[in-house]
């Protein structure tokens, strides 16, 4: 903030930081070469996160070719289930179900727990003996724990938080995010 006495007036100057955010090994929808790189800073118990489900499938058809999503694990400690749902969706990536796997998990955010995770791993027939091994493996683990502590050294403070190409987008609206997308377009000349 810029105050300035005279003219009494105040003035915001907003600092857009670049993050280089790493997304190798992480699910992702859209062209694997897509100009603009959406990576979200989730958490399965969160139900502004559930809610961002849809604009993501509008964004897809909307910009065909032109975006990818990137999910990045943000398991929030105060949200007691988050970290083993987002484990057994790491897993999951693991048998190639990442992204319905994710969606039946948002499809019960608000009710998340022990035997609901269960449920949705019995549907995809994941109640077995080699997917508890698989989610308790250093490389499923680890992956969760890497994504957490890239989102705290860039900055995430809570959930859903997006970057679009390495900026921060404040506006989680569709709107906010055509505007952010056709900016990144326009400023790459596509």
Same mark, same amino acid.
């Given at each position: 903030?810029?105050?300035?006495?005279?003219?009494?007036?105040?003035?915001?100057?907003?600092?857009?930081?670049?993050?280089?955010?790493?997304?190798?090994?992480?699910?992702?929808?859209?062209?694997?070469?897509?100009?603009?790189?959406?990576?979200?800073?989730?958490?399965? *118990?969160?139900?502004?996160?559930?809610?961002?489900?849809?604009?993501?499938?509008?964004?897809?058809?909307?910009?065909?070719?032109?975006?990818?999503?990137?999910?990045?694990?943000?398991?929030?400690?105060?949200?007691?289930?988050?970290?083993?749902?987002?484990?057994?969706?790491?897993?999951?990536?693991?048998?190639?179900?990442?992204?319905?796997?994710?969606?039946?998990?948002?499809?019960?955010?608000?009710?998340?727990?022990?035997?609901?995770?269960?449920?949705?791993?019995?549907?995809?027939?994941?109640?077995?003996?080699?997917?508890?091994?698989?989610?308790?493996?250093?490389?499923?683990?680890?992956?969760?724990?890497?994504?957490?502590?890239?989102?705290?050294?860039?900055?995430?403070?809570?959930?859903?938080?997006?970057?679009?190409?390495?900026?921060?987008?404040?506006?989680?609206?569709?709107?906010?995010?055509?505007?952010?997308?056709?900016?990144?377009?326009?400023?790459?000349? *596509?």
């Amino acid at each position: 903030y810029l105050l300035g006495r005279k003219s009494k007036t105040v003035r915001i100057i907003e600092v857009v930081v670049d993050r280089s955010i790493n997304t190798s090994g992480s699910p992702y929808k859209g062209a694997v070469d897509a100009p603009v790189e959406i990576a979200e800073f989730t958490d399965f *118990q969160c139900p502004y996160c559930a809610k961002l489900t849809a604009i993501f499938a509008k964004l897809l058809a909307l910009y065909p070719g032109k975006i990818k999503i990137v999910y990045k694990s943000y398991p929030l400690t105060n949200h007691r289930y988050a970290w083993k749902a987002a484990v057994a969706a790491m897993a999951a990536h693991r048998k190639g179900q990442f992204w319905k796997f994710h969606d039946r998990l948002f499809d019960h955010h608000k009710a998340l727990n022990d035997q609901v995770i269960q449920d949705v791993r019995k549907e995809f027939g994941f109640d077995t003996p080699e997917f508890d091994a698989l989610m308790r493996s250093p490389d499923v683990r680890t992956q969760v724990a890497q994504d957490r502590t890239e989102g705290q050294r860039i900055g995430v403070r809570g959930t859903p938080t997006i970057f679009i190409n390495g900026k921060r987008l404040k506006d989680k609206t569709l709107e906010g995010f055509q505007k952010a997308i056709d900016g990144e377009l326009k400023a790459l000349g *596509q």
